[in-house]
């Protein structure tokens, strides 16, 4: 399964190579928690752009591109529209495979993300954070871009990044 993933990475990798442009990260992924704690993954895709991969791979910090020990990914394509769900449970439509715990673990750093891969306008929607940090957001607070924002500061922001 490792290498199907690498394939499919190098598939892309190679399109993007060959179109003379690589994608841009966007802060259009973000974190926020829910009334009860249970923290939520946004996605804020650029207008009625299209997108695939979406995924979240949780590490232990200071691994490196170790191995992903927690959360989950996604392979379907031709995904649409704004997405608001719980971290650890994804659309069921998406069918996601999941990996490890399924929570936020301690001294665990996070990578949550999306793709949108079009020839000369590529992106990656996405986010990193850590289990503590995201512990200490408030409700209507999300965590994007590597801060702390209101929710209405992270639309804002996703929508002038587009």
Partial sequence: MRRTGAVAAGVVGGMLLLSGCAAVDLPLAGVRVGTDGTPYAVFRPC????????????????AGDGPVTTGWDVRKEGLH?????????????WRARHRGKQELVPRHTYVLGFGHYVSGDSYNGVVEFTA????????????????????????RLAEDSC
């Fill in 47 to 62: 207008g009625d752009d299209g997108y695939q991969g979406p995924h979240l791979d949780g590490r232990q910090r200071g």
């Fill in 132 to 155: 503590e940090r995201i512990g200490r957001l408030e409700p209507g607070q999300v965590w994007a871009d590597g801060r702390t924002m209101s929710r209405g500061a992270f639309e």
């Fill in 81 to 93: 529209g704004d997405a608001d769900f719980p971290l650890f449970t994804p659309p069921e439509g």
